[in-house]
């Protein structure tokens, strides 16, 4: 896909782009969830912009931006996406500059444009089921990226922020499954404790697989409710022992750094958890799964629905 397609220049095709990835099937109406094409008729007609449909069931009137993260916006869809596609075709993400600087949009409008299209990206875990199964293998392991911006208070400091010695001292932990040759969860978490590390596997791994980590004791106990739990010794600068290793998430955590470092240079802790959305989006659709550039944007687009986000 070229960056001259009629969908990144015309408004018009954009939008029809986007009803077909939308509504594959037809309209359906945002408001009372009508499908009954008999039922929804298009506007046409000097007092009518293009676009515009209406459901007879409801009585009331749409477009194929109703209900999702596009509505109410003034950006012109074709531009919506184009910067669907920029940010879901760069491995490492794109910085708002420098998307402003490509739409030609202020860089206040490209930021928060790149958020609404992260939350479009956001996956919805329970629909698609845990990960891994009998025979599969799953990868955990947790890392520490950027300074906290409100340290967690301490019951023993009277309330005061809880001081901790080391490189992972007061830093955001994060945390992330992935399954060999399969998708990531990545999480954002206030501690990464076993309670919290036992909980996110429980809810995200099913206890069938066979599971790899490091020699972190976070796992140790939790590690003997699945099928098989292995672990390499980085302590010990032991990393591959035959098939065990953690490699494919440490490759995860990998290009995330990269990107946030390079890319994005700094980011709010509030809006971490969309970063992180971002990259486990690109990872779960990338180009050794055989997935395009366009169809990994096609799968953004299909995420608008449901999901609004205001600028405050």
């Not at 301490?154 to 901790?164: D, E, H, L, T, V």
């Not at 206030?190 to 697989?209: E, H, M, P, W």
């Not at 990338?286 to 629905?305: Q, S, V, Y």
Request: glycine share 8%.
């Amino acid at each position: 896909m070229k960056l001259d397609s009629p969908i990144f220049t015309d408004k018009h095709k954009a939008r029809e782009h986007l009803e077909a990835q939308r509504w594959p099937n037809g309209p359906i109406c945002p408001h009372c969830g009508n499908v009954d094409q008999d039922e929804i008729r298009k506007l046409e007609g000097k007092s009518h912009r293009l676009g515009l449909y209406q459901c007879n069931a409801c009585r009331e009137q749409f477009t194929v931006t109703v209900g999702t993260v596009f509505e109410r916006s003034k950006i012109p869809l074709n531009k919506w996406l184009l910067a669907t596609f920029l940010l879901s075709s760069s491995k490492k993400g794109m910085s708002a500059h420098q998307m402003h600087r490509m739409l030609g949009v202020t860089y206040k409008t490209a930021w928060f444009m790149a958020h609404r299209i992260r939350e479009a990206m956001k996956e919805d875990y329970k629909a698609s089921g845990p990960l891994g199964g009998a025979g599969k293998t799953i990868e955990a392991d947790e890392t520490y990226f950027g300074k906290r911006e409100n340290p967690r208070p301490s019951a023993q400091r009277k309330g005061r922020p809880y001081i901790k010695r080391g490189k992972a001292a007061e830093k955001r932990p994060i945390i992330s499954l992935v399954e060999r040759g399969g998708k990531v969860r990545t999480f954002h978490v206030q501690q990464a404790t076993k309670a919290i590390v036992k909980d996110i596997l429980f809810r995200n791994a099913s206890r069938k697989s066979i599971l790899y980590t490091d020699e972190s004791r976070l796992y140790t106990a939790t590690g003997k409710q699945f099928a098989e739990h292995e672990t390499v010794r980085h302590s010990a600068h032991e990393y591959v022992r035959g098939i065990v290793h953690t490699n494919t998430i440490e490759n995860v955590f990998s290009v995330f750094k990269r990107g946030m470092r390079g890319i994005y240079q700094h980011c709010g802790e509030a809006h971490l958890h969309r970063y992180l959305a971002e990259f486990d989006f690109r990872y779960n659709r990338r180009t050794a799964l055989k997935i395009t550039d366009m169809e990994r944007t096609n799968d953004a687009l299909k995420g608008i629905g449901g999901k609004r986000l205001t600028y405050r």
